[in-house]
């Protein structure tokens, strides 16, 4: 038997994208919209027909985390005055003067899911109207169905909690809502199955609420459906012992990413549970390797009659894209080693059928080409590359030649540059022409010759336009990427882009995440050209721009033959190379932009030291090659370093950029307290909003900057790259930047 924890809702060709886009222009109604989804779910679950059960509520229109709230009546205040579509996607995008409900990543996967408000003071009204006609649908179809509800603890402990509230309310009133829900669910079928989703459970014990888990779920279980709870992302050792003791009938365990919970099943077994045994990959890509899996299986089979275990995926599918199919222009033999969320269920299906030890002749050739493709992946060479995996051998360089202190000064003395320097992040507006431009190269309806001729007139209104109006350090505006990790991935060997890769971000966005599948390594410089042209044009410092390797690493589908850490040392070194060009050609600043390096951080405590030392390793890789009068910066998009600031320090790049606008100079504080001594350039405005700051809003900033760091240690800058605004938006923010700047210095 076996279930797939959840289907991606995005549709083969996005189709539920077009359609939500089509609906908020306007240009189709919600009668249009719920047809779509519909059809959707239909197709969607005729995939998982032969599954113990089809999953049902995975489906959403923007996010399952909206949805429970939205269901539970959690509304914030400011919505209150709306209803239906209007309120909900009011709470996921912002409606007239009603900011979004914030959105932060679900987990340490690259979803997003939007926060739910609570407080105290909440009345709730449920509404279990989706989950019904959903659930109506497929047993309409014939199907039976489980529901997908993500779990009462995961979703209070996600949610943000009103300042003012006791948590203990707040915890009191959601559940009696969610009972609420839960009683009004019990009434469509007499037969029902819930899923609950408690990855939190994954991250380790909270007091807050640990001492609750047995109640709750006992309580949950005497409602009288049948209960499954499931965690994934890591193990759940804690929270399983107590799951355990509970009259649940079964339990999902990642067994991929959490394979401590091997150590559970003893457990498991006296208490007679169902074990969901979470064992094809939901959040990679890579064909399973069956036999492998099926030794897994038949290892936790010694301790849990075969009977009681059910094959699952590790996680939803949600993470990966729909269907391998539609890749018609990747290689042959890269695709074979690849499995996109319906090959996974044939996976889970023939691994189901091999464990009862009932594969039939044409099960068996299959089986037999699982095998194959998995040999073949171990000793192609597209993926082992003799030089690279030498290259590794050989010692390498992870200190700067002179220390900070030291070249700091040898810095000043060669960049000479002004005190409080003014910068960017590096992107500047990219216009509907300048995709048009690149999308045409692409296409091939325009020559090479046309394509750089139109790149170098950005390039080059881009530098005038900064060297008029003063700043300090320029940038060539990245007019030639696309997006930061794909331009390098696209020249890195060892990379591959998939055509209909897609995965849902959030929302109706989606991403292509590259593909690591094999020896990484640098060919020919991928940013010299484009940065010296810019720096031929002035006379000023002009700061080259680099995507760095743990960013590279966490924005892609990783191979997961070799350790991460080791992938990423591949790349570290391609990065070193690309510093070394540079700086032999002339580049004094180079930033190696790290947006993602806090993202990769593991979920449980006892793991962090180890990712924190192979990042950090990684990066000072890349960045150990700088000539100590090379100067290296690097970026955040964030401002919350209170956990990571030693490991921030350890990075020893002379310079960080991070964003803080939005929080005055509160989070600077923890640079100052900890004694911080390299340069620190703190976001002076937010980029994320249209808004144009004016000179004396920044130069109150920057006066609250310098009450916590010293003017010799601070730049002054946006909080992230301007790619996302408008022309006319940057050039008066930026003008009155380096204007708060002068009146400051004065
Ligand atoms: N250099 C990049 C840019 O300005 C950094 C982007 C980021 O931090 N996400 O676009
Ligand atoms: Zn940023």
């Not at 009191?172 to 469509?188: G, H, M, P, Q």
């Amino acid at each position: 038997m076996s279930i797939i924890i959840g289907f991606p809702r995005i549709g083969e060709h996005r189709e539920l994208k077009k359609a939500l886009e089509g609906f908020w222009s306007g240009k189709s109604n919600a009668e249009e919209l719920e047809r779509t989804a519909k059809e959707l779910r239909a197709k969607h679950w005729s995939y998982q027909k032969n599954l113990d059960y089809v999953s049902v509520n995975d489906f959403s229109f923007y996010d399952n985390v909206l949805d429970l709230a939205y269901a539970l009546g959690a509304i914030p205040e400011r919505f209150r005055q709306y209803n239906g579509l209007e309120l909900y996607f009011g709470m996921a995008r912002g409606l007239n003067d009603s900011v979004a409900c914030e959105m932060t990543k679900w987990f340490n996967t690259n979803y997003h899911y939007v926060v739910p408000e609570l407080s105290q003071t909440d009345n709730y009204k449920i509404n279990t109207s989706k989950i019904e006609r959903e659930y109506a649908e497929a047993k309409s179809l014939g199907y039976r169905p489980k529901i997908n509800l993500i779990g009462l603890f995961t979703f209070i402990s996600l949610s943000k909690i009103a300042e003012k509230s006791n948590f203990e309310n707040v915890f009191e009133r959601v559940k009696s809502a969610y009972f609420e829900l839960l009683d009004s669910l019990k009434k469509i079928d007499s037969n029902l199955v819930i899923q609950f989703d408690e990855p939190i459970f994954s991250k380790g014990k909270d007091e807050r609420f640990y001492g609750k888990i047995k109640d709750i779920y006992n309580q949950i279980a005497s409602k009288g459906f049948k209960t499954i709870v499931t965690t994934y992302f890591e193990h759940s050792l804690e929270a399983t012992e107590i799951l355990c003791q509970t009259n649940i009938d079964g339990i999902g365990l990642d067994f991929l990413y959490g394979e401590k919970n091997l150590s559970s099943l003893n457990q498991i077994a006296k208490s007679d549970k169902t074990l969901y045994a979470g064992i094809i990959d939901g959040r990679n890509i890579w064909v399973a390797d069956l036999e492998k899996k099926l030794s897994i299986l038949e290892k936790i089979a010694q301790e849990i009659p075969k009977e009681k275990i059910i094959l699952s995926t590790s996680c939803s599918l949600l993470h990966v894209p729909f269907s391998k199919n539609s890749e018609i222009k990747m290689d042959k033999e890269i695709l074979s080693w690849l499995s996109y969320a319906r090959e996974k269920i044939g996976e889970l299906e023939l691994l189901e059928t091999a464990f009862k030890g009932s594969l039939n002749a044409e099960d068996k050739q299959k089986w037999q080409e699982n095998i194959s493709i998995n040999a073949n992946r171990k000793t192609s060479t597209k993926i082992n590359d003799k030089s690279t995996q030498e290259r590794l051998k050989q010692p390498i360089k992870t200190q700067r030649d002179v220390a900070f202190k030291e070249r700091i000064k040898l810095q000043h003395q060669s960049l000479n540059y002004p005190i409080l320097p003014t910068t960017t992040i590096g992107s500047f507006p990219q216009t509907p022409e300048l995709r048009a431009l690149r999308l045409s190269f692409k296409k091939g309806e325009i020559d090479e010759k046309t394509y750089e001729k139109g790149i170098e007139s950005y390039i080059k209104d881009c530098v005038a336009f900064q060297e008029e109006i003063g700043l300090d350090v320029l940038v060539h505006g990245e007019p030639e990427r696309n997006d930061m990790v794909e331009y390098f991935g696209e020249q890195l060997k060892g990379f591959v882009f998939s055509q209909n890769g897609w995965v849902q971000s959030y929302g109706s966005r989606c991403v292509k995440p590259p593909i690591i599948f094999g020896d990484v390594s640098r060919p020919k410089p991928m940013t010299l050209k484009w940065i010296t042209y810019a720096q031929s044009l002035t006379s000023k410092i002009l700061k080259g721009m680099l995507t760095g390797p743990v960013t590279i690493l966490n924005w892609s589908f990783v191979r997961d033959d070799i350790p991460r850490s080791a992938v990423c040392k591949q790349i570290s070194l391609g990065i070193s190379d690309e510093i070394n060009d540079l700086q032999n050609a002339g580049i004094k600043i180079i930033q190696v932009d790290e947006a993602a390096f806090k993202e990769g951080y593991p979920l449980r405590k006892e793991n962090i030291k180890t990712y924190e030392e192979w990042a950090l390793d990684c990066f000072k890789v890349s960045t150990s090659i700088a000539n100590p009068t090379t100067q290296i910066h690097t970026h955040m998009c964030y401002s919350e370093f209170n956990d990571i600031i030693k490991t921030i320090e350890d990075l020893d790049a002379d310079v960080i950029s991070i964003e803080t606008a939005r929080s005055g100079n509160e989070l600077l504080k923890v640079f100052a307290n900890v004694g911080y001594s390299h340069e620190v350039g703190p976001g002076v405005y937010d980029i994320h909003s249209p808004r144009i700051p004016s000179k004396e809003e920044i130069k109150k900033q920057i006066k609250l900057l310098l009450e916590v760091l010293p003017k010799e240690q601070l730049w002054i800058n946006p909080d992230c790259g301007l790619k996302t605004r408008k022309w006319e938006e940057v050039k008066p923010s930026l003008k009155n930047l380096v204007e708060a700047v002068k009146e400051i210095r004065e």
